[in-house]
């Protein structure tokens, strides 16, 4: 069974910095993309970062120039690194990997997200 566990959230100070991590388990033959959304109560989910195999990278307005997303392929695993935070930053931030299972099958998962707390 191919899964996404997260881990990293955490209450931090504002002007801190935290990194979120995704690793993809079970029989897997590659992570074609993995991005990292984010949802407050009551809000819609709201797309952060992502990237590509090829490490291309995209970034919401808000995360340009202080979060970083990258992707090992070899361990499948990604990572959010979150500098300069601010309380609006506070919420669940949840990944989303595109993974090729063994046989070339196709998953479309979601971690089961983190709390990230943004406060003095």
């Known amino acids: 069974q191919v899964q996404l566990v997260e881990s990293g959230g955490g209450l931090v100070q504002p002007g801190g910095s935290l990194t979120l991590s995704c690793a993809a388990s079970?029989?897997?033959?590659?992570?074609?993309?993995m991005a990292w959304y984010r949802q407050d109560p009551g809000k819609q989910r709201e797309l952060v970062a992502t990237i590509n195999m090829s490490g291309g990278t995209e970034y919401a307005d808000s995360a340009k120039g202080r979060f970083t997303i990258s992707l090992n392929n070899a361990a499948n695993t990604g990572n959010l690194l979150m500098t300069s935070l601010k309380p609006e930053d506070t919420a669940v931030y949840y990944c989303?990997?595109?993974?090729?299972?063994?046989?070339?099958?196709?998953?479309?998962?979601w971690g089961q997200g983190t709390q990230v707390t943004v406060s003095s």
């Open positions: 079970g029989s897997i033959t590659a992570v074609a993309a």
């Open positions: 989303n990997g595109k993974i090729y299972g063994s046989q070339l099958e196709w998953h479309d998962l």
